[in-house]
Protein backbone atom coordinates (compact mmCIF):
# COMPACT_ATOMS: atom_id res chain seq x y z
CA UNK A 1 0.00 0.00 0.00
CA UNK A 2 1.26 3.44 -1.24
CA UNK A 3 0.79 6.36 1.71
CA UNK A 4 2.15 9.61 1.87
CA UNK A 5 0.37 11.55 4.76
CA UNK A 6 1.28 14.84 5.73
CA UNK A 7 1.18 17.25 8.90
CA UNK A 8 2.03 20.79 10.31
CA UNK A 9 -0.10 22.78 7.98
CA UNK A 10 -2.32 25.11 9.35
CA UNK A 11 -2.55 29.34 9.90
CA UNK A 12 0.23 31.41 10.88
CA UNK A 13 0.97 35.24 10.65
CA UNK A 14 3.01 36.57 8.30
CA UNK A 15 6.49 36.58 8.77
CA UNK A 16 6.21 33.36 10.86
CA UNK A 17 7.47 29.88 10.24
CA UNK A 18 5.66 26.25 10.10
CA UNK A 19 7.43 23.06 9.39
CA UNK A 20 5.42 20.39 7.58
CA UNK A 21 6.00 17.09 7.28
CA UNK A 22 5.65 13.77 5.24
CA UNK A 23 5.21 10.31 6.37
CA UNK A 24 5.91 7.48 3.59
CA UNK A 25 5.15 4.00 3.26
CA UNK A 26 6.14 4.35 -0.34
CA UNK A 27 8.27 1.12 -1.10
CA UNK A 28 12.07 1.81 -2.17
CA UNK A 29 11.26 5.50 -0.10
CA UNK A 30 14.93 5.25 0.26
CA UNK A 31 15.73 5.79 -3.80
CA UNK A 32 13.01 7.51 -4.46
CA UNK A 33 13.38 11.59 -4.75
CA UNK A 34 10.75 13.30 -2.81
CA UNK A 35 8.98 17.13 -3.66
CA UNK A 36 6.55 19.18 -1.87
CA UNK A 37 3.98 21.18 -3.90
CA UNK A 38 1.60 23.78 -3.34
CA UNK A 39 -1.82 24.04 -5.30
CA UNK A 40 -4.32 27.56 -4.76
CA UNK A 41 -7.54 27.76 -5.70
CA UNK A 42 -7.66 28.32 -9.68
CA UNK A 43 -4.22 27.79 -10.07
CA UNK A 44 -1.63 25.27 -11.45
CA UNK A 45 -0.04 22.68 -8.78
CA UNK A 46 3.07 24.00 -8.98
CA UNK A 47 6.52 22.73 -7.06
CA UNK A 48 7.68 24.10 -3.64
CA UNK A 49 11.19 21.83 -3.46
CA UNK A 50 12.46 18.82 -4.30
CA UNK A 51 15.30 16.29 -2.92
CA UNK A 52 16.91 13.44 -4.60
CA UNK A 53 17.36 10.56 -2.53
CA UNK A 54 20.48 11.18 -0.80
CA UNK A 55 19.57 14.28 0.41
CA UNK A 56 22.37 15.85 -1.62
CA UNK A 57 20.58 17.69 -4.43
CA UNK A 58 17.63 20.19 -3.88
CA UNK A 59 15.82 22.51 -5.89
CA UNK A 60 13.38 25.22 -5.04
CA UNK A 61 10.37 26.79 -6.84
CA UNK A 62 11.66 30.67 -7.55
CA UNK A 63 9.11 31.88 -5.05
CA UNK A 64 10.51 29.99 -1.81
CA UNK A 65 13.99 30.25 -2.57
CA UNK A 66 16.04 31.28 0.80
CA UNK A 67 13.09 30.91 2.75
CA UNK A 68 12.06 27.57 2.84
CA UNK A 69 14.13 24.16 3.35
CA UNK A 70 13.72 20.89 2.36
CA UNK A 71 15.46 17.50 3.95
CA UNK A 72 14.65 14.40 4.59
CA UNK A 73 15.53 11.67 6.96
CA UNK A 74 15.76 7.94 5.41
CA UNK A 75 15.78 6.30 8.45
CA UNK A 76 12.66 7.16 9.29
CA UNK A 77 11.13 7.40 5.82
CA UNK A 78 10.12 11.01 6.12
CA UNK A 79 10.57 14.29 4.52
CA UNK A 80 10.54 17.62 6.35
CA UNK A 81 9.81 21.60 4.37
CA UNK A 82 11.07 24.21 6.79
CA UNK A 83 9.11 27.54 5.98
CA UNK A 84 10.55 30.51 7.24
CA UNK A 85 9.28 34.27 6.67
CA UNK A 86 5.94 32.92 5.11
CA UNK A 87 3.81 35.63 3.01
CA UNK A 88 -0.33 35.60 2.50
CA UNK A 89 1.35 34.80 -1.19
CA UNK A 90 2.31 31.14 0.63
CA UNK A 91 -1.31 30.52 1.45
CA UNK A 92 -2.24 27.03 -0.39
CA UNK A 93 -2.73 23.39 -0.30
CA UNK A 94 0.51 22.18 0.11
CA UNK A 95 1.14 18.13 -1.52
CA UNK A 96 3.80 15.51 -0.27
CA UNK A 97 4.90 13.26 -3.58
CA UNK A 98 7.79 10.79 -4.06
CA UNK A 99 8.69 9.79 -7.83
CA UNK A 100 7.65 6.37 -9.28
CA UNK A 101 10.14 3.53 -8.84
CA UNK A 102 12.47 2.42 -11.50
CA UNK A 103 14.92 0.47 -9.27
CA UNK A 104 17.20 2.98 -9.86
CA UNK A 105 18.27 5.70 -7.21
CA UNK A 106 17.31 9.69 -8.20
CA UNK A 107 20.05 11.10 -8.17
CA UNK A 108 18.12 14.34 -8.82
CA UNK A 109 15.33 16.71 -7.37
CA UNK A 110 12.93 17.05 -10.51
CA UNK A 111 10.39 19.54 -10.43
CA UNK A 112 8.01 18.14 -12.70
CA UNK A 113 5.10 16.83 -11.78
CA UNK A 114 4.76 14.19 -14.79
CA UNK A 115 8.26 12.28 -12.47
CA UNK A 116 6.20 12.14 -9.66
CA UNK A 117 4.03 8.90 -9.49
CA UNK A 118 2.49 9.29 -5.37
CA UNK A 119 0.99 11.67 -4.01
CA UNK A 120 -0.08 12.72 -0.53
CA UNK A 121 -4.00 14.31 0.21
CA UNK A 122 -2.24 17.31 1.11
CA UNK A 123 -2.13 19.99 4.32
CA UNK A 124 -3.69 23.02 4.30
CA UNK A 125 -0.98 26.33 5.32
CA UNK A 126 -2.79 30.20 5.52
CA UNK A 127 -1.15 32.91 6.37
CA UNK A 128 -2.44 35.80 7.57
CA UNK A 129 -1.28 39.00 6.99
Known amino acids: QVQLVESGGGLVQGGGSLRLSCAAS????????MGWFRQSPGKERDVVAAISWSGVTTDYGDPVKGRFTISRDNAKNAVYLQMNSLKPEDTAVYYCAATTDSGAYYTRAPRGRSEYGYWGQGTQVTVSS
Open 26 to 33: VRAFSRAA
